[in-house]
């Protein structure tokens, strides 16, 4: 009977090695919550569009610091006015990948201040994102919907 209790205790103990040496270990899930500011740092290319009351669009390129600094140029066209303007502006990434924006852009008769909402996917490469104010220093504010692609270059 010893015997027994014995070769069947080896037997458990073998079982319980092997299932820690042969198995693979099930790798955690990536974190959803993997963003911030410094990670979305680097040069981008993007583009927006709106309608509404003025047809605008946009292309340009931008470059993000790691303390969340914006500097760009964009060629823009407000109503078939076609204009090559530089911005300025801060963005903050929150861990989520959702993040906001506040760029001054051009100057002169142009010259306007804009907050964005956007959100990073695709591991920070790509991002969405919509205007959620915008207004001109010198004109009155248009009513528009403006969305932004922005794409990692």
Known sequence: MKTYRFWALCLVSF???LSFVCIPKAEAAPSVRGCSTSGTAGDWGFSWTGAGEIGVAAVGILTQDARGNIVGNQTTNLSDLILGETFTGTITVNSDCTATAHIEIGSGLYARSADLSIVF??????????FTSI???NLRRPSNLITIELKRK
């Open 15 to 17: 079982v319980l090695l």
């Open 135 to 137: 207004l001109f220093e």
């Open 121 to 130: 996917v695709n591991k920070m490469t790509e991002g969405y994102g919509l």
